[in-house]
């Protein structure tokens, strides 16, 4: 499992590396994050989730279904879409609700 991060999305803002529990997100002489070792990567989404600026990709493994898809979010207000982008081309969005989303 592994992420990317688009460069010229990325904003420099760093609050990937604040949540990335391997400390693997890393901050480029020019500014921007990038992930040293990507193959050390756990697959938490944790960085996913935090950036607010779609930069982050997470690829879904054959292994969860995923065949070369790949997932980010976006934010609208308290909404988190979670965009998953097919290798085929489609795309599914997953909304959730950031104030009901810890409820039980």
């Known amino acids: 499992m592994s992420i990317r991060i688009d460069k010229q999305k990325c904003v420099g803002c760093f609050q990937c590396t604040a949540v990335c529990p391997g400390s693997l ?3 480029s002489d020019t ?3 990038y992930i040293k ?4 990567c756990w697959g938490c989404v944790s960085c996913v989730k935090e ?3 779609g930069a982050i990709d997470f690829f879904l ?3 969860i279904g995923g065949v070369g898809s790949t997932m980010n979010v976006s934010y609208e207000g308290d909404i988190i879409h979670w965009n998953i982008h ?3 081309g489609t795309q599914i969005t997953i909304d959730v609700n950031s104030k009901d989303s810890n409820q039980y």
């Open 51 to 53: 950036c607010r600026f």
């Open 25 to 27: 997100i890393r901050k």
């Open 31 to 33: 500014g921007k994050a």
């Open 37 to 40: 070792y990507p193959e050390n």
């Open 61 to 63: 493994g054959a292994d």
């Open 86 to 88: 097919k290798y085929d």
